[in-house]
């Protein structure tokens, strides 16, 4: 009977323990969960869209959701100077990353996907009101770093840089996001 009373408690703290530590390791993350909608501005250009981001598979992973629309031109000059017409077709970017807890419950880890076939791996760190994640280093391809800055309850600023030797990045593109639910 003891033994029988011992195990269910081990058991019932050991159950206590991992739902403890599945509502803390997204905590870095609240002020990031929900629907956003965004303008996008800076060089090279501009554009619009919306993301999300939803706790799924029980609380175990995070999944971002992301729709963008740019000028097609965009690539080769600013949005200003080439806006989207008849003649110059908006170009769709769609992608999906999903943020996962390491071997501790932290949530260091993301990887990403998108309709262009790119796949990146990255390693998140955290400062108060700013959460980055920083591509895995390989040779031969640039490095990423995709950072989110609360600037209030229902603004964030995203930037998405690159960098050839992960010291000197390069704004790519960077906008600022409303919450919308």
């Given amino acids: 009977m003891k033994t029988k009373l011992i195990l269910a408690i081990a058991l019932f703290s050991l159950v206590s323990n991992s739902f403890a530590q599945q509502n803390t390791a997204w905590a ?8 956003w909608k965004g303008e996008g501005s800076g060089q090279p250009g501009q554009g619009g869209g919306t993301f999300s981001f939803q706790t799924d598979l029980d609380g175990k992973i995070l999944v971002r959701k992301s729709h963008s629309e740019y000028p097609a031109i965009l690539v ?44 990146i791996n990255y390693s998140i760190t955290y400062a108060p009101k ?5 591509s895995d280093k390989i040779p031969n391809v640039p490095i990423f770093r995709l950072t989110y800055t609360l600037l209030d309850d229902q603004t964030v600023n995203t930037k998405f840089e690159m960098s050839q030797d992960g010291e000197k990045f390069m704004t790519y593109i960077e906008g600022k996001s409303t919450k919308v639910k």
Avoid: C, Q
């Fill in 28 to 35: 870095n993350w609240s002020w990031l969960i929900g629907e």
């Fill in 76 to 119: 080769r000059k600013s949005l200003s100077e080439y806006p989207a017409s008849v003649n110059r077709p908006v170009s769709i970017h769609d992608d999906l990353m999903t943020v996962y807890l390491d071997f501790t419950g932290n949530a260091s880890k993301a990887i990403y996907f998108d309709n262009e076939g790119h796949t």
């Fill in 130 to 134: 700013t959460i980055v994640l920083l």
